[in-house]
């Protein structure tokens, strides 16, 4: 299947919906509950923002509980159909794109509590891999190298391996996005979530918000909500002299369940646009924790810091553009004193780990980009990672989702990429290839001119993001080259059971379609002149990075 990519052209009648959709929302508060509002929310913080992969869905009520959301359940029923297609909002699922939306917009307005919605602890998340990403390969008799030999090659670096991720049952291409980006989405989350909370902690206790130049201290007003192990230092919220930029910052500090202390510092600077549907801005974090093994000098458990940065622009109701990154630092003290930030105040990924200075980051340095109508999700989607300050090389995972079929809609298929390009200080964002042998032995770090694709499209019914029937090409073997012809007693566990029970067509790969059982299926240039050229062809269409 071949997907194109359809008009970004958002009909009028979705707009309408939309616009009236958030009005509601943004009225809806507990009968029992007065809220006095002292300034028009929709201007103060950006609305209808959060970092999700657009493949992931949950359950419309996940923790954190939504029982303060709102108590008018029949409207929101009634929202539900709106914002989600009718699939979607006939079952239990939605995507968590939106749910977050909708609880940043219910801490703003009022109509839900901190105290139940914001959730310290959540900072703490870390990316991992999908199952079916890069697993343990047991292998016998590589025939790179001398035989006999046997062995496991380490995780990670085996890009999409099994079309279906045993663990969530999506298809691998959405699995393995939804898995990288949980640490980055749920450190935005959390900090938009607690921020928001701000603005409708002081409208509720009637305190008039600043005006141009000054600045309000929300300290008590967040201290009162007693959230659970987390004392704030300090809380402001300040205007510009010129009125049109707002500045959020807030310190707080969270113990958690083994009596670790984490220091956690916040940042929002956001300048409102023409129109509610208009707006830029920054976010910025920093969060300390403890690890054990990595990069950083000295014994663990070391001290490290997540520092991370979201420059968000929306142009309109249907054009969002976001760029995160984020890495882990060596030590602690603060994120300005740790960090190197660019000239527009986004995080630098080429201010790495440097001993002599004591600053940098070590380890685990991702990028994000992503460009897409906020409401339907139809867009392109970037994400790229690197474990180490000394690596090479950058893995790249890109999605793409087309236009709904029907307006009022979600997108709901699309195509999922996996490669390598250059390391992560200065990549563009382009797969170049992929290395089909990165630590096997007798590896030669050959990169391939090769990518792998998958297409995705969500079942209605299952409510999962699935591959149709060998629309596909992800299959390789684990050498140099990518290739095996069978005449040696090469073995790998390509079914991944531990078993030795793999027959000779599922281990071998021929580098020739004219072979009797051609099983390479990676996706190489096409008609193209190179992997980027041939996934821009396919309709991808690369974010800012």
């Not at 290395?435 to 096997?440: I, L, R, V």
Request: aromatic share 10%; hydrophobic share 35%; glycine share 8%.
């Amino acid at each position: 299947m071949f997907f194109t990519r359809r008009s970004k052209r958002l009909p009028f009648i979705e707009l309408w919906l939309i616009v009236l959709s958030t009005s509601i929302l943004m009225s809806c508060s507990d009968a029992t509950t007065t809220t006095t509002s002292t300034t028009d929310t929709s201007t103060t913080f950006p609305a209808s923002l959060s970092v999700s992969s657009p493949t992931d869905v949950v359950d419309e009520d996940a923790t954190p509980s939504v029982a303060s959301l709102s108590k008018k359940t029949t409207m929101m029923a009634g929202l539900k159909n709106w914002f989600f297609p009718h699939a979607i909002a006939a079952g239990p699922k939605i995507p968590r794109y939106t749910w977050a939306t909708l609880r940043i917009t219910s801490l703003l307005n009022g109509t839900a509590s901190a105290a139940t919605l914001f959730k310290p602890e959540l900072f703490l998340t870390t990316d991992i891999n999908a199952a079916c990403f890069g697993p343990n390969l047991n292998y016998t008799d590589h025939p790179d190298a001398a035989t006999p030999n046997s062995g496991q090659l380490p995780s990670g670096d085996l890009g999409i391996w099994s079309a279906v991720d045993s663990v969530s049952s999506h298809a691998c291409g959405a699995a393995q996005l939804n898995a990288r980006m949980r640490g980055i989405s749920w450190r935005s989350n959390m900090a938009l979530m607690g921020l928001a909370s701000v603005i409708g902690q002081l409208n509720a206790g009637s305190v008039t918000l600043p005006t141009a130049g000054n600045s309000v201290d929300a300290t008590s007003v967040m201290t009162a909500l007693s959230i659970a192990n987390t004392t704030f230092t300090n809380v402001t919220l300040s205007l510009d002299a010129a009125g049109g930029t707002w500045t959020y910052v807030m310190n707080f500090t969270y113990v958690d369940g083994f009596s670790v202390s984490h220091n956690i510092e916040l940042k929002l600077v956001h300048t409102p646009g023409a129109s509610t549907a208009v707006y830029s801005g920054l976010l910025t974090y920093g969060i300390t924790e403890k690890f054990n093994g990595g990069n950083c000098p000295g014994s663990d458990p070391k001290d490290i810091t997540y520092i991370g940065t979201l420059k968000y622009t929306r142009n309109s109701l249907s054009d969002m553009v976001l760029i995160q990154r984020g890495g882990q630092y060596c030590g602690t003290g603060g994120y300005a004193s740790l960090a190197t930030f660019e000239s527009d105040g986004q995080l630098d990924p080429a201010g790495k780990w440097n001993s002599s200075a004591a600053t940098g980051w070590a380890d685990n340095f991702s990028r994000f980009g992503a460009t897409y109508n906020p409401t339907t999700l139809e867009g392109d989607y970037l994400y790229g990672w690197q474990a180490g300050f000394g690596d090479s090389s950058t893995r790249l995972f890109a999605v793409t989702l087309n236009a709904p079929t029907s307006s009022g809609q979600m997108s709901s298929d699309g195509e999922a990429y996996f490669g390598y390009g250059a390391e992560v200080s200065v990549t563009n964002g382009d797969i170049t290839g992929i290395f089909c042998s990165w630590a096997a032995p007798g590896s030669t770090l050959t990169r391939q001119s090769y990518a792998q694709r998958q297409a995705i499209v969500y079942n209605s019914t299952t409510f999962l993001w699935a591959q149709p029937a060998g629309d596909a090409d992800i299959l390789y073997a684990p050498t140099n080259d990518c290739t095996y012809d069978g005449t040696g007693s090469f073995w790998y566990d390509r079914n991944l059971d531990t078993l030795v029970n793999e027959a000779a067509s599922d281990v071998n790969v021929f580098a020739s379609a004219s072979s009797s059982t051609p099983k390479l299926d990676l996706m190489g240039p096409g008609v193209s002149a190179d992997i980027p050229t041939e996934i821009a062809r396919r309709g991808f269409v690369k974010p800012p990075f």
